[in-house]
């Protein structure tokens, strides 16, 4: 017999290569029956069998041999005189079952299989696509660079499913052209003009997360958790890590010998410091680690208003507030404390608190200083305008009016 050729009818068969054969063949056998319904009838009787791996699908007709006078559906009944005339030894009452070939379908009717048939597997396709991403969402991916925009970059993974990295989930130092390989993790999944959107993250802390998965097998084995992970994507990071085995030092093993295993991840992100915190329900001694590498002096905890007030040495504030104020905001973030760096007074120098001149600089302007550990005139004169200006929410002129009025003090 002559079987519908499934490979040539429809070329776009060979690309669909995530369907199970099994779903394959009842897409097929629910396709045929439908047009087979509209072409013959409801109470026609058709055996459909499909053979996925060769392309092949037969499609037989099976009717009643009656008596040609009683003849009255020809979509369920055949006469006996044409019955005979293909096999002699038929009789009365038989069921008789012969091919349907791709000739007996017109035009429009192969166009609509076909058609069908590419719509309902695009349609699983996607499906298994958002449902495979649906599961893998907090999962680092390796995808290759496929396409960069301003806006976004489209990866491919290495079964060919698009991948967005958006701009805003990119480390200000990323730099990726076309062929390179990304590593990601998959923030979340979307549905967008009925296709899945596949949105990755290297900003995430559970990137981070995953990464310390990755380099140190304790944390993978769970002998050290991660407690908390705060992130200024790119700059620096602050990771709690603690251990129920007294016998595992988890600072240590998470920054390795000589720092191994926390070089891959600093190459990774770009050069982001990262600060590995042994993690501590005593508040005051957490808040210290948290700030380092400053020594803090001393540190006054209000526990109903969530504050902390840290006192240190004149020439530990810079360190506690860090480059462009990052240190002591990833502190307030890992502990949930707002904290107040003040400097403890230098008995051998001259110096004015800042409170001193109310009079004349708005009550608003000194707390932003003192919020970054400048509460002294001479600690806001130590400093540039520049500087300044990156370390508080500050304008250049409102600090220059600032710096005159401290200056007139010491003139």
């Known amino acids: ?11 776009e068969f060979k690309e669909f290569k995530n369907i199970e054969p099994s779903t394959m063949t009842l897409i097929l056998e629910d396709i045929f029956k439908n047009i087979l319904l509209k072409k013959y009838g409801p109470d026609a009787n058709f055996d459909i069998i499909v053979n996925v791996d060769k392309g092949d699908l037969e499609v037989w007709h099976n009717r009643v041999i009656v008596d040609d006078d ?13 019955a005979v005339k293909i096999e002699p030894d038929f009789e009365i009452g038989e069921e008789f079952s012969e091919p349907v070939k791709m000739s007996d379908f017109g035009r429009r009717e192969i166009l609509a299989l076909r058609q069908n048939f590419v719509s309902k597997l695009l349609e699983l396709e996607k499906d298994e696509v958002y449902k495979k991403y649906q599961e893998r969402i907090g999962e680092i991916v390796t995808a290759e660079v496929y396409q960069v925009w301003k806006k976004e970059i489209l990866a491919l993974d ?6 967005i990295l958006p701009k805003n989930e990119q480390i200000q130092m990323d730099f ?10 998959v923030l979340r999944v979307e549905i967008k003009n009925s296709n899945p959107l596949i949105i990755l993250s290297r900003t995430s802390p559970v990137f981070l997360e995953r990464l310390f998965e990755q380099e140190v097998p304790e944390v993978y084995d ?6 908390k992970i705060v992130r200024v994507p790119g700059e620096r990071a602050k990771v709690a890590v603690e251990s129920y085995d007294e016998r595992v030092d988890p600072v240590g093993a998470c920054v390795g010998m000589k720092g191994s295993r926390i070089h891959g991840i600093v ?23 948290t700030l380092s590498p400053a020594k803090i002096t001393s540190i006054n905890i209000d526990e109903e208003n969530k504050r902390a007030e840290v006192f240190l040495k004149p020439d530990q504030v810079s360190l506690a507030i860090g480059k462009g104020g990052f240190n002591i905001k990833l502190a307030g973030m ?8 003040y400097r403890e007074a230098d008995h051998d120098t001259e110096d004015v608190d800042l409170s001193e001149f109310e009079d004349e600089i708005e009550d608003w302007v000194i707390k932003e200083l003192k919020s970054v550990g400048l509460d002294t005139a001479k600690s806001v004169l130590s400093l540039s305008v520049e500087e300044m200006v990156k370390r508080t929410d500050l304008e250049e002129e409102t600090i220059n009016d600032v710096i005159r009025i401290l200056k007139e003090e010491f003139d």
């Open 1 to 11: 017999m002559e079987n519908i050729n499934l490979a040539e009818s429809f070329s």
């Open 70 to 82: 009683e003849l009255e559906d020809p979509n369920t009944q055949i006469a006996y005189s044409e």
């Open 158 to 163: 290495d079964e060919g499913i698009e991948l």
């Open 176 to 185: 990726f052209r076309k062929g390179d390989t990304l590593r990601a993790v």
């Open 222 to 227: 769970g002998l050290i958790t991660i407690k």
């Open 267 to 289: 190459r990774e992100l770009r050069n982001e410091n990262i600060d590995v915190i042994n993690y501590t329900t005593n508040t005051s001694l957490y808040i210290s680690r």
């Open 334 to 341: 890992l502990t949930g404390y707002e904290i107040d760096v």
